[in-house]
């Protein structure tokens, strides 16, 4: 095959890669921070913010600089040898086909393993191309057998997990007679076990493109430690009495203030903000405050009736007038201002009733260690999983600039990276609400103690079973860990078991569509694209 020809096939395959990862951040992304947002640590905006930086950064520094040529292994490359044609518009049609059903089922708001979509279209353009002996089927080497069983393990282990840990702040805390004080004196403790399942989290699953992991387990362990340690240290001597004249005191204090509480004189109060704002207090919704999270762009929440009355006040007369810009802006800030947390809450109302509510204050003590893990979580995200579409894409360009055929690995260009970390962080600001809302308090109610202990759960599951060569799926995991969080309330009619039969349907259907999309858009694409590539100066 000559080198720049099928120009064609790579352009239709930066198109869909772009689609692939854009669904990554609309649908992986969106559910690493859905119980933040749904528990009311971080509102919407705040969470796209750190997102943002989170997901770009993880990928562009810590990302790994080669890829496979096909995922996981699952087909056998060497049939692909002199057929660098049919890999190079099987890929196309991969991306095709992942992208196809993620944003699907994000629309829908059902959350998917998109590494699994990728994997599964990859075994349809195996099957077409070379029949059904091409895919490994079997367990080992990641084979598809590993892939049905991650569906039933990753939910069930995360779920064992996170009800131990939810059940230990439970009971050392929120069910005792002072479950502040409680809160305040078990605080540096959850501070040490966050932080070591974080950092160990980072090094065995977020850092392929530095391998952290060559330095070796007892370096690891000493310097994992000796951060936890630090970070204890800093929840005694910073973090507790910043939270304290928040909660207590109810003063206007921001993140930034943290390092230096000591040296901060007392702030005003909230009822002097409302004096000086003109709102009367009643009005001021002090659950809702951004007490203890990042990038505090305003104190006060006015209720739903009170903004809405406002916009519509504001708004134009004639819509027609708006700007360009001004329709550019509300396509890009559409996503960010949803409803998450307060979203068709009627219509849960029962399940949510359902549910123990404990202490408001000592459940906002654990909003700042909610946000920690899913932001880290997110990091870790950004630097493995945007291989599920750089991947693919990496293999089309490497076809198209050599004719040759690829590699087992291939080296990654890095605007590839770039380009493909942009497209994630467009996909949750513009379209992650959807499965932010399915995975918010669709399922069960969720608060900060209950999403803090989703999230640590799912990182330590998919930390613990990728080092025991185990299947796990992080958006699987966060499924059954939150599903497990509302069963311990004792009570059968707190989890919405509808949706959960929907969202674990949405996983079986993942491998089969995806194949069947991509495999039947090889099936009609192909051999146009080899019909116009014989004719000179056609593709």
Known sequence: MDSYSLTLVFIVGLIFAFMDAFGIGANDVANSFSTSVASKSLTLKQACFIAVFTEFLGALLLGSHTAKTIRDGIVDLSKFQGKQDALMVGMMCALIGSSTWVLTASKLGFPVSTTHSIIGATIGIGIVIHGFGVVNWGWANKGVLQIITSWFLSPLVAGIIGAIIYCSVKYLVLKRKTPFKNGLRFIPVYFF??????????VYKGTPGINL???????????????????????IFFYIPWVKRIIINHEDLKFYHIPFIHFIGEHKHL???????GIPESKIDIMNIKKNSDIHEDIINYSAKDISNKMEKEQPKNEANKSLSKKLGGIFTHGINQEIAEYKNDEYKEMHDAAVKYDDNTEELYSFLQILTASFASFAHGSNDVANAVGPLTTIYYIWCTGLNPDSTLSIPIWILIFCAVAIDLGLITYGYHVMRSLGNKITLLTPTRGFSSELSACLTVLTCSRLSLPVSTTHCITGSTTAIGLCNGNLKSVNWKLLLFC???WILTLPIAGIIAGITFKLLYPIFMYYSSVPNSI
């Open 193 to 202: 076990i966050t932080v070591t399942i974080i950092i160990f989290f980072i």
């Open 213 to 235: 992991t060559s330095l070796g387990f007892p370096i690891i362990l000493a310097v994992t430690l000796g951060i936890a340690f630090i970070a204890v240290l800093f929840a």
């Open 271 to 277: 009822s002097e903000i409302a004096l000086e704002s």
């Open 504 to 506: 674990g349907f949405s």
